[in-house]
């Protein structure tokens, strides 16, 4: 979205005279539109959703455990790949922390269609990192243990700038000058929703979309249950990936967040990355 396109949404929602606060808290992003693809043709690492990941020599494919899941039999079952990105394709647009190469790769769980939790009821799912050159990745087949359904198709995906807003900020610059009613708050939610949750499109880097949940809050939260932190400061986490469910055959729908701490993305850990899921409930 142009400045130019901004305000005049701005004013299609009837918040135009504060356009120019508004603007104050938009934030770069990126995002990620699925092309469709037939086949899985998409050179070895390759920027893509779905299709065979492809993985470094050696690494097998990422399982979860079911023990201690309420209605599961006691065995590790393997977990859906949603996507990878080519880290050169993003640097362009991206923080000074992320990976000027490499690929990173992205996993969540579902049993035929329904998003598998862990006990603090967030997704289980995992983030893996190669240097690899693709010369030596290998495409590696789905495992005859993932179900049919829980296996998505391959797309490319068209890496575009643009620019978000978070939902508290968005409706602080409004109220500050409108005040505060349920009309009010209900045209802040029309154009937040309508304007700036990117339907259809993935996303990273920006504020995370807003659906019920304070996405960063949470994770903030969970880390810091997690481990003892040197900073509960939520400027210093990052939005790895933004993935929408909402074409896809999951029963919750919503969006998946892939949150880290900017210092573990400048380190590469990618094994502190923290998963949580929303959707509207409104």
């Avoid at 305000?7 to 539109?33: A, K, M, N, P």
């Avoid at 290998?138 to 068209?158: E, H, Q, V, W």
Wanted: aromatic content about 10%; glycine content about 6%.
């Amino acid at each position: 979205m142009t400045k130019r396109e901004f305000h005049l949404t701005c004013e299609q929602y009837g918040f135009g005279s504060c356009g120019e606060e508004i603007e104050t808290w938009l934030r770069d992003e990126v995002l990620l539109s699925p092309n469709e693809s037939r086949y899985d043709a998409l050179p070895i690492g390759a920027t893509k959703q779905g299709g065979e990941p492809d993985l470094p020599p050696g690494t097998d494919w990422p399982k979860y455990s079911r023990r201690g899941i309420p209605g599961l039999r006691n065995t590790s079952k393997p977990m859906t790949f949603l996507a990878q990105l080519h880290c050169a394709d993003l640097k362009p647009f991206a923080p000074s922390q992320f990976p000027d190469f490499g690929l990173l790769l992205f996993f969540a769980t579902f049993e035929q269609n329904t998003l598998v939790c862990d006990d603090n009821e967030c997704p289980i799912g995992c983030v893996l990192f190669s240097t690899d050159h693709a010369d030596s990745l290998t495409r590696t087949p789905f495992p005859r243990a993932l179900y049919f359904g829980d296996r998505l198709p391959p797309c490319s995906l068209k890496i575009e700038a643009s620019t978000g807003v978070g939902f508290d900020s968005l409706s602080e610059a409004i109220e500050c000058r409108f005040g505060y009613s349920q009309e009010i708050e209900d045209r802040i939610w029309n154009l937040y929703s309508q304007e700036f949750i990117p339907s259809g499109h993935h996303k990273l880097f920006g504020p995370p979309s807003t659906l019920e949940l304070d996405i960063t809050e949470e994770a903030r939260l969970l880390a810091k249950a997690d481990e003892s932190l040197e900073s509960d400061a939520t400027t210093d986490w990052l939005l790895l990936l933004e993935f929408d469910l909402a074409d896809l055959p999951v029963d919750e729908g919503g969006r998946l967040y892939f949150m880290i701490r900017r210092d573990d993305l400048a380190a590469c850990r990618f094994n502190k990355t923290y998963l949580l899921h929303d959707t509207i409930r409104r």
